[in-house]
């Protein structure tokens, strides 16, 4: 079926309509119902998605085919047993579809209530990758700001925002029986749940406590590589204290060594350093607007792009 759109008479008098229209002017009609019924992007995959249930459940196709043969009276009474079987579906669909839009907008934060997934190894330290305090992120709507806490973050397709679990040829998640909290409260039916707050938040303490060789390391890290301090050195750089070029070029190269300890020696693989250490300073730079070059004499020469 050709989907139309009618306007005028049909849209001031839809009663009139139905009752001497053809099956096309019902069918744009009840689009229309089920837009408003939806409440989500007409051209969405769940709006796609409830509009097949939902028309599978009503029986529409078949009172579509018979909609020609119906007197008026029939005809009315078919509409409203399709508007309230539909009442009712939608309703019953006030939770995930799976449609997946959301798992390829970005990757879930972890919470508190995501340890377990860990300890279960549902998750494990190559899953997940660790955003400081201090870096600069984008968000949802394409916003750019500092982090004021840190988080731990599912990893996401490299050169997407796709979510690492979400399976985009099938549509469907690799873990969603064990999905992270944050998966859990996604409503994109309704109104967003509130972000969670800082104290909600998993972090890198949370599950080092058992490794203190590891907590220590990242400690170290911390104090001669955290983004603030990495901010700080470009803002008196571009002031003119040249001394601060020798504080950003010590945090790039024990950034740089730590992590190569780590693979060489430790032979963690760089998705668990990642969680770790967070993002490379020079990923973080880039970010910023400069980029960080290692010369063929080992040292780093930073430019803006």
């Keep these: 079926m050709t989907e139309k759109k009618f306007l005028g008479k049909i849209r001031t008098d839809p009663w009139e309509a139905l009752a001497k229209g053809p099956r096309e002017v019902m069918a744009s009609l009840w689009q229309d ?13 769940r709006a796609e998605i409830l509009r097949k249930e939902i028309e599978a459940a009503t029986e529409f196709p078949q009172v579509y085919d018979q909609w ?3 007197t008026p009276e029939a005809r009315a009474e078919a509409w ?43 998750l494990t330290w190559t899953d997940i990758y660790t955003l400081r305090p201090g870096e600069p992120v984008t968000d949802r709507e ?23 679990f979400y399976l985009a040829a099938s549509q469907s998640c690799r873990i969603y029986e064990d999905r992270p909290e944050q998966c859990r ?12 707050g800082p104290e909600e938040l998993l972090n890198r303490g949370h599950l080092l406590k058992a490794v203190p060789e590891m907590a220590e390391l990242m400690a170290a890290h911390e104090e001669r590589c955290a983004p603030a301090r990495l901010e700080q050195a470009l803002a008196d750089l571009a002031a003119g204290r040249e001394e601060a070029g020798d504080e950003l070029f010590d945090a790039l190269h024990f950034d740089l060594h730590l992590r190569k300890m ?25 970010a910023w607007g400069y980029k960080a070059t290692l010369t063929p004499e080992g040292v780093f020469k930073v430019e803006l792009r």
């Excluded at 394409?142 to 979510?163: I, N, S, Y």
Aim: hydrophobic share 35%; glycine share 4%.
């Design 142 to 164: 394409d916003k750019v700001a500092p982090l004021k806490e840190e988080r731990l973050k599912v990893r996401e397709v490299p050169g997407t925002r796709q979510c690492w």
């Design 33 to 45: 119902y089920l837009k408003e019924l939806i409440q989500a992007e007409p051209k969405s995959r």
């Design 68 to 70: 020609p043969e119906m």
């Design 185 to 196: 409260r996604q409503q994109c039916w309704s109104e967003p749940h509130p972000a969670p």
């Design 80 to 122: 409203f047993t399709l508007v309230g079987a539909a009442k009712a579906r939608a309703q019953a669909l006030e939770t995930c579809v799976r449609c997946g839009e959301c798992c390829e907008k970005g990757s879930p934060t972890l919470l508190l209530n995501d340890l377990d997934l860990l300890r279960r190894e549902i």
């Design 262 to 286: 780590l693979r060489e020696e430790w032979e963690l693989p760089p998705a668990a350093i990642e969680f770790l250490l967070g993002r490379p300073l020079t990923e973080i730079l880039n």
